[in-house]
């Protein structure tokens, strides 16, 4: 069985999910936060994982 999990990526400035990943839950523990573009604000912003 696959230990990779679909996420949801989230802005943090409007909390909207912008992207889905995968992540390996047993290899990264802490929560994914990557500098991506939101069409929402229209500019790059920090987006950090969601719950599902």
């Known amino acids: 069985m696959s230990q990779n999990q679909l996420i949801k990526i989230a802005c943090s400035k409007c909390d909207r999910t912008n992207y889905w990943s995968r992540k390996n839950k047993k290899l990264v523990t802490r929560k994914i936060e990557l ?18």
């Open 35 to 52: 500098k991506k573009y939101c069409k929402w604000c229209r500019k790059h912003t920090p987006h950090k994982e969601a719950k599902k």
